[in-house]
Structures are given as C-alpha cells and as structure tokens.
C-alpha cells in the first residue's frame, strides 16, 4: 500500500493524511471491522513521521471512522461515520419534550420510509418485519422492557426502503424510540400493537398509501400522549 501526499494550504498535515486514510476505506480498500496497518507500517507508507500518524488516527476517532481497541489496534468501524449521539440530544434537560419534538420529526420521515418499504421490500425482508413486530408483541405480553425489539422492528423496515441515506438517519429514529417509550411510560402497548400489525399488513400487501398512513397513525398515538402527560405535569 501506498499513500499519496495531497497538497492542500488550508488542511494541516495530520488532517491530509486522515482524508486520505478515510477516502481509502470508503473505497472498500479497509473494509469494516478490519484492522488498519501498524502506526510504523502507515508512516512509512505516507512518509510522514509517527506523531502525524498518530493526530490523524485520532482525528478518525472523532469522527468514528476508525476505533481503537486497547492491545489490540486500529480498527475500521463496524458503522463507520454514525455515533449513538449524532445530535446530542443526550445533553438535552426537557425529555418530555424532547420525546415530543423527535416525534415530530419521526413523523416527517417514517412514514414515507414504510411507503418505500412497501415497495421495494423482498419478500425475505416482508418475513423479517413480521418477526420483528412478533418479538415486540411477545415482550408486550410478557410485560417485558420491549425497545430492542421495537429499535429493530423500525431499523428492518429502513433497511426495507432500499434508500442508502436512510441507514444514516437510524441513530436518531433510536434516540427517539427510547425517548418516547421513557416519556409514555410504555403505556401505549394496546397502540404499538394495533399500529405496528397495520404497518405490517400494508407492507406486506405492497400498499404504500397503507403504508404510509399505519405509520403516520403509530406516530400520532405517541405525539398525543407524550402532548397530554406534559400538559398533566
């Protein structure tokens, strides 16, 4: 492997070297979860001493490109790019609120998702959802914490939609899923049921209007909710 230098005024060399590491691997040169070369191997590849190397890896870290695992090494990320706080919304005293504005925005996009989902979705994939809303309801039954299973009822219905940018908005529909089951209290289990089933069927019709309107119904039980218990506090 070998490395060219970019010249570029405006970047320090540390940064240069990390672009060039990080347009490698998304050229599929490092693929995920592999182990990059040995700080001394990528200096000598890059001709540049090892404390560059060292400020470049760290500038990968930032961005979760790249983790490193203590005695181990630098490994490409297994979701390279995506944090579980892309927004910190962690830092984010109301949670009430909170919960009700992520809604909001989950509102906006999840509904369209489910339409695509409907018609892009494989039937393998159709299987999958109705899995995933099954381990939701055995969870609800069992009166068990169920937001696992609902984070991956949502995520396989993303990954259903066949949109490469979907995938990227994950981390936050997670951060409101979990907000939102805080915020309700897990109240609306009869709800999640009854939605999560519709989205389900009209996937698995392949009606994206169905679709889209089950997915729209689920989010505005939630909004509903999370609204009434902050006007009761």
Excluded at 77 to 103: H, I
Excluded at 124 to 149: D, S
Excluded at 183 to 196: G, V
């Amino acid at each position: 492997m070998r490395l060219e230098t970019m010249q570029d005024s405006g970047k320090s060399l540390a940064e240069r070297v990390a672009d060039q590491l990080a347009g490698l691997i998304a050229e599929n040169k490092f693929k995920k979860g592999e182990r990059l070369p040995s700080e001394f191997q990528l200096a000598e590849a890059v001709n540049v001493g090892r404390g560059t190397i060292r400020e470049a890896v760290k500038i990968l870290v930032s961005r979760n490109i790249v983790e490193i695992r203590r005695g181990l090494g630098t490994f490409v990320s297994e979701k390279t790019g995506l944090t579980e706080d892309p927004l910190g919304l962690n830092f984010v005293e109301d949670k009430s609120r909170l919960a009700l504005d992520l809604m909001e925005v989950r509102a906006m996009i999840e509904p369209d998702i489910a339409a695509l989902a409907a018609e892009r979705a494989t039937e393998e994939e159709i299987e999958a959802i109705c899995l995933a809303c099954h381990a939701v309801e055995e969870k609800i039954c069992r009166k068990k914490p169920f937001v696992a299973e609902d984070i991956a009822f949502h995520e396989m219905i993303a990954k259903s939609s066949r949109n490469q940018v979907v995938p990227k908005v994950i981390p936050v529909i997670h951060s409101a899923i979990r907000e939102q089951i805080k915020a309700t209290n897990a109240n609306l289990t009869e709800q999640t049921i009854t939605t999560h089933r519709a989205i389900v069927k009209a996937i698995g019709r392949r009606e994206p209007e169905g679709a889209r309107e089950a997915m729209l119904r689920h989010m505005q039980y939630n909004m509903e909710h999370i609204a009434g218990m902050m006007k009761k506090n």
